[in-house]
């Protein structure tokens, strides 16, 4: 995975926080991650307050780009709540293809699952042992 933090703030540590962030939600999607760009930067709201705007890019091998924002009161807010987003569009989107595909090849979907958990009850066995002695 290839991050690549813009960071548009006079604040020091900031590219490490992000990458480190980046780094611990986002590991498990390491191997589907081509690109990510992550900018941070301050913006005056129309209540006076400054607010930090993060963007993040996400170039996804198979399947395109994803593109993320959040708006908080400070950098690291911001950078958490842009991650985090990420993370949710992520796993929808990675896991719907496994998703579907499992159902589809299982034939029954949710009621096909529920039905063979039902019948690998470890219950039943433990009563079959205290009968057998």
Avoid: W
Wanted: glycine share 6%.
């Amino acid at each position: 995975m290839n991050i690549r933090p813009f960071i548009e703030l006079p604040e020091k540590n900031l590219e490490a926080f992000a990458e480190e962030r980046i780094d611990l939600v986002l590991g498990r999607f390491a191997d589907r991650i081509a690109h990510f760009d992550i900018h941070v930067r301050a913006e005056h709201s129309t209540h006076g307050a400054e607010e930090y705007l993060c963007t993040c890019d996400v170039k996804l091998h198979p399947r395109g780009t994803i593109h993320v924002h959040a708006n908080e009161s400070s950098a690291q807010n911001a950078i958490i709540a842009a991650v985090h987003r990420a993370e949710t569009v992520l796993a929808k989107t990675v896991d719907r293809g496994h998703r579907s595909k499992a159902v589809r090849h299982n034939g029954g979907g949710v009621r096909h699952l529920n039905d063979a958990l039902d019948s690998e009850d470890p219950s039943e066995d433990a009563s079959l042992n205290v009968s057998e002695e």
